[in-house]
């Protein structure tokens, strides 16, 4: 069964170094975690499977990685400086502060209970502002960008005339945002740092409807090839007020969180607003010329965008099982192999000498193309169930008959069977295994 209680996985991760909580030992900053050994291993291969599907098995996108400081003209033609904003109350009374639009009675504190003690709502932009340059002042204003997204906006001509591509095309992105959120929690599903895979793909306006349920079907199906079970995840279009500015329909993908329903990913229709501000407030042309048409037109965009640690939070959720093995619980992560931090575990039967040349050999030839680790420490079953619990799908043992008959065992993780193979096939049965 999937993990059913959000600590389960929060002491898992802890514990075995995928996540903690960020300075720690100077009593934790809030909202903000660093990624362990496993952790920055297994959200690498997050984005590693996102790349993979949306870049290197396509031929009509390509990748860029576009700064994280901008000038506030970037914002401006945007509309994040002026519609970025959450509505925000405080409470006179207990003087806790709260979002507006998350709170279940508008009339009454969730945190002391009084009613009407709630000041008027204001606007409160959620981008962290920082100064460029050695002089502090208004001119010398950037901003942290808060979306991966007008990177690839303000990057399209550039991208068109050396990419030679044309619509239908995309520009992919993988990186850092920022938003000064003012009710982060949840473990790393929503923090004030994160990490977004967006992709902004680019139509002729006419094609925009069909490319937009391409890609919600598309971005659903990854999740399900990935790990995730169907009757975790929805659909679920955005109703008229709660789409945003620029948006002609949005959906988003949703998992299933042990607190309720929660947002992974968003595929919205941006229409042609982000291209049109963008070349009104910077006086350059963001269009398209077809010269098959003889037609000149602003594309239209659609918006897959992801979150890569919510992503990452959702498949340790979705693989999390406890099953009863001879009287013992064990923990294991039924990652899918190209998300768990090591695909493979070489393991020498004990730590003598005779065992460690040829245990050692063995990984420097899987580590050529995976991701390894070599343990040699403690009894083989407690070194099994470590590898169940971080999720590596093999382990390969070497014992003492592999000196005579140069051979391994493989054991797999998620059925515990185990198969003994030539040192000369074992690179073919692990690859047979993984599926790559």
């Not at 009509?60 to 700064?67: E, Q």
């Not at 920082?130 to 906006?153: D, I, K, S």
């Not at 990984?363 to 999720?391: F, H, K, N, P, V």
Request: charged share 25%; with cysteine; aromatic share 12%.
């Amino acid at each position: 069964m999937p993990a059913t209680d959000l600590d389960q996985i929060v002491n898992l991760c802890k514990r075995r170094g995928f996540v903690y909580p960020s300075a720690e030992i100077y009593g934790g900053f809030r909202s903000s975690y660093d990624f362990g050994p496993l952790g920055s291993l297994m959200l690498r291969n997050v984005k590693n499977a996102w790349v993979r599907t949306m870049v290197q098995l396509r031929d009509d996108v390509v990748l860029i990685d576009a700064s994280i400081l901008s000038p506030p003209q970037v914002w401006e033609a945007s509309g994040h400086l002026a519609n970025f904003t959450d509505p925000l109350v405080d409470c006179t009374a207990c003087k806790q502060r709260f979002r507006e639009d998350h709170l279940t009675d508008p009339t009454t504190c969730p945190n002391c209970g009084k009613q009407g003690t709630f000041t008027a709502a204001r606007a409160f932009n959620l981008m962290f502002k920082t100064h460029a340059g050695p002089v502090e002042g208004a001119g010398a204003e950037v901003y942290l960008r808060p979306e991966t997204a007008q990177g690839m906006f303000i990057n399209f001509a550039n991208v068109l005339q050396t990419s030679r591509k044309k619509p239908p095309f995309g520009i992919a992105q993988v990186g850092k945002s920022f938003r000064n959120e003012i009710t982060p929690g949840n473990f790393i599903f929503r923090t004030r740092e994160f990490e977004q895979m967006e992709l902004e793909f680019f139509v002729p306006p006419a094609e925009g409807p069909a490319w937009y349920r391409y890609w919600c079907d598309a971005r659903l199906q990854w999740y399900i090839d990935h790990g995730i079970p169907a009757d975790m995840l929805m659909l679920r279009d955005h109703d008229a007020d709660e789409l945003s500015h620029y948006s002609a329909g949005t959906a988003d993908i949703e998992f299933r969180f042990p607190w309720g329903w929660g947002e992974l990913e968003g595929v919205a229709q941006r229409t042609d607003y982000d291209l049109t501000q963008h070349a009104k407030h910077s006086g350059e042309r963001l269009d398209y010329f077809d010269q098959s048409t003889n037609e000149r037109y602003v594309p239209y965009v659609i918006e897959p965008a992801a979150g890569a640690t919510r992503a990452m939070a959702a498949f340790l959720l979705a693989a999390y099982d406890e099953e009863e093995v001879n009287g013992e619980v064990r923990t294991v992560l039924r990652l899918h192999p190209r998300l768990s931090p090591y695909q493979v575990a070489v393991l020498p039967l004990s730590k003598k000498d005779t065992l460690t040349p040829l245990a050692r050999e063995v990984y420097a030839t899987l580590s050529q193309r995976y991701m390894c680790e070599y343990d040699e420490t403690q009894a083989i079953g407690r070194r099994y169930r470590r590898q169940d619990e971080i999720g590596t799908p093999l382990c390969v043992t070497v014992d003492f008959d592999s000196l005579d008959d140069r051979a391994v065992t493989i054991r797999e993780r998620d059925s515990m069977a185990q198969v003994r193979v030539p040192l000369t096939e074992l690179a073919a049965a692990v690859a047979e295994r993984l599926g790559f």
